[in-house]
């Protein structure tokens, strides 16, 4: 069974971009590292409000955090 860690910043990003938008759903991604079974999560992603399905924006978002972790070495 995997372990996860949540980081107080990437907690706190989530939680304050909820906060920000309470009226909102808030779709978003944590990023972070990968060791054996263990993933330590240090960043969080906001990608969008209201949306409850894939389009080409949420599309385009997705791979945008895909280079962006790329380039941190994050998952």
Do not use: C
């Not at 330590?40 to 945008?64: C, E, G």
Request: proline share 4%; glycine share 4%; hydrophobic share 45%.
């Amino acid at each position: 069974m995997s372990e996860y860690t949540l980081s107080s910043q990437a907690y706190a990003k989530a939680v304050l971009h909820a906060a920000k938008y309470p009226w909102a759903m808030v779709h978003g991604l944590f990023l972070g590292e990968k060791n054996g079974s263990k993933f330590r999560l240090t960043d969080a992603i906001p990608l969008a409000h209201n949306w409850t399905q894939l389009t080409p924006m949420f599309d385009v978002a997705l791979q945008q955090v895909k280079q962006y972790a790329s380039s941190k070495n994050l998952v």
